[in-house]
């Protein structure tokens, strides 16, 4: 079942969003795949989300990923996935900064990734950083960590970036 204290630190993480938006004048936009909506939902309902968030995109199926964020062939579950996806949503929506989440939530392997396996990238128009993570526990505890960390590093990059 999901953490709440996961689900805390996604909130928290998602009203530092906010404000650091809001702060700067920053729109932000999101590319999920398996965390299904998690991040959007956060960012959503985090303060005058009107103001910054763009909108999202969750791009579950992997022909989504392919057709509509322009990842190449082949395994969506990798750095260069997530990188695409967070260009792809960026340029989509017209933000300034996005991030894109990708990996295998389990309960068996995908693309070759153990369950567990998450790559999160934030490109910000002239940066791209991409992380892989490694996440314990069964796929929904996955999920909301993923969402988590993927808030964690957006915030990041705003901090870096203002």
């Known amino acids: 079942m999901q953490s709440t204290t996961e689900q805390e630190r996604r909130d928290e993480m998602a009203a530092r969003v906010s404000e650091l938006a809001r702060r700067h004048n920053i729109t932000v936009a999101v590319a999920e795949s398996l965390t299904g909506g998690n991040v959007a939902t956060a960012l959503a309902a985090a303060k005058r989300a009107s103001q ?16 509509v964020l322009g990842v190449p062939e082949g395994p969506v579950v990798s750095a ?15 933000a300034d900064v996005a991030v894109g989440v990708t990996g295998a939530g389990g309960p068996e392997p995908q693309d070759g990734q ?18 892989h993570l490694s996440l314990q526990g069964e796929p929904p505890e996955v999920v909301i960590k993923a969402a988590a960390k993927t808030l964690e590093m957006l915030v990041d990059r705003l901090e870096a970036r203002t």
Do not use: N
Request: net charge neutral; aromatic share 8%.
């Open 114 to 131: 153990p369950p567990g396996t998450v790559f999160v990238a934030v490109d910000d128009g002239s940066e791209r950083r991409v992380q």
């Open 80 to 94: 260069e996935a997530a990188e695409t996806m967070a260009t792809g949503v960026r340029k989509l929506l017209r």
């Open 52 to 67: 910054w968030f763009r909108g999202s995109l969750v791009a579950y199926a992997s022909e989504v990923k392919h057709e």
